[in-house]
């Protein structure tokens, strides 16, 4: 894989009148800000976002929110005076958050095992079918994006595919995503939960924070799979303290006895974060169509073209199914 720098595109006759898009809605343009940020923190990331992109905009959409809902609410927390775990120790895990986030939800392109393309089309099996429901059947194979996700990057380091290597706790993330934190209840979700070890306070804090923020992104979004209705934040705000059990928000404060009281105003707390983060994104809701082709990506070659031409997503998707076949499981 070509190493990918930072050029610039008129030196490659790319301007914006050959481009032919010069209006951007203010979505677009919360994209191109948010892949120029994680591009000037890692440029060879190109390639594989470039695909991502290609594979679909609303998953790309979504992946990049969940890193800044996450990312940003973890702030909120380091900044908080009365916070119970202690800024240095939440500040390292902020940027971390931005790269798990941005590809936690890698694996959809590859729940087909014939490929991207075919994944794609999985990944919408109401759209097909035309009546805005799932069968459990299709949701099943939705589900196996989290091990197929961290397979993917796993491989990805291993082929030397990309200039660069995932770090440890991206493909964790990638993996345990839809898991729960003890007692974290996901009603939002249908597939079969699986319980996480218990686990630090700064771990269970983080991974609150993913999994709330993961689901406050999607509630918002007007998905496909409910004939576009997205949910008010009245609402998302409701379901996310009903997932922020007393059990839970003990283990964050580190406190096995903390009284109702504690627990309820850290529980706002938590929650009122999120929905900050989630409110200061971008004022626009998701729509499936976002038109990635031409971001003004302020210096950064951005080309997606389309999913067939893509190398690294077919080749990973190969490889992780080889395996796959091979073993038996997912
Ligand atoms: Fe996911
Ligand atoms: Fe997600």
């Not at 895990?93 to 994944?119: L, Q, R, W, Y």
């Not at 898991?179 to 939960?193: A, W």
């Not at 509630?219 to 009903?242: C, D, E, G, K, W």
């Amino acid at each position: 894989m070509v190493a990918t720098t930072k050029t610039n595109r008129n030196q490659r006759g790319n301007s914006e009148g050959e481009r032919g898009r010069t209006h951007f809605n203010q979505a677009e343009y919360f994209i191109a800000r948010t892949l120029t940020m994680l591009l000037e923190r890692q440029p060879s990331l190109l390639p594989i976002l470039e695909e991502f992109a290609c594979f679909d905009a609303e998953t790309l959409k979504h992946s990049l929110d969940v890193g800044q809902i996450t990312a940003r609410t973890l702030n909120s927390c380091a900044e908080s005076f009365s916070f119970p775990i202690p800024s240095e120790e939440i500040v390292p895990h902020i940027e971390a958050a931005f790269f798990e986030g941005t590809f936690h939800d890698v694996g959809k392109s590859i729940i087909d095992s014939k490929g991207p393309k075919e994944s794609r089309i999985a990944l919408y099996p109401e759209l097909i079918e035309g009546n805005g429901h799932a069968t459990p059947a299709q949701l099943e194979i939705i589900a196996r994006h989290a091990p197929l996700g961290a397979q993917m990057l796993t491989i990805l380091n291993k082929e030397g595919l990309l200039p660069i290597e995932f770090a440890p706790n991206v493909i964790k993330s990638a993996e345990d995503h839809h898991k729960k934190p003890p007692d974290l209840q996901r009603t939002h979700n249908k597939g079969e939960m699986i319980l996480l070890e218990p686990q630090s306070q700064i771990d269970t804090l983080k991974q609150t924070i993913f999994v709330l923020s993961d689901m406050a992104e999607a509630m918002r979004a007007p998905r496909t799979s409910r004939n576009y209705y997205a949910f008010p934040p009245h609402t998302i705000t409701q379901v996310l303290s009903a997932e922020c059990t007393d059990f839970l928000i003990r283990g964050i404060l580190g406190d096995g006895s903390a009284d109702s009281l504690t627990i309820a105003r850290f529980r706002d707390q938590i929650v009122g974060y999120v929905m900050k983060a989630l409110e200061n994104l971008d004022g626009v809701v998701s729509q499936r169509d976002y038109n990635l082709q031409d971001l003004p990506m302020n210096g950064f070659d951005w080309r997606p073209v389309n999913l067939e031409q893509g190398v690294i997503l077919p080749k990973l998707s190969e490889e992780v199914w080889k395996i796959v076949s091979e073993s038996g499981e997912i």
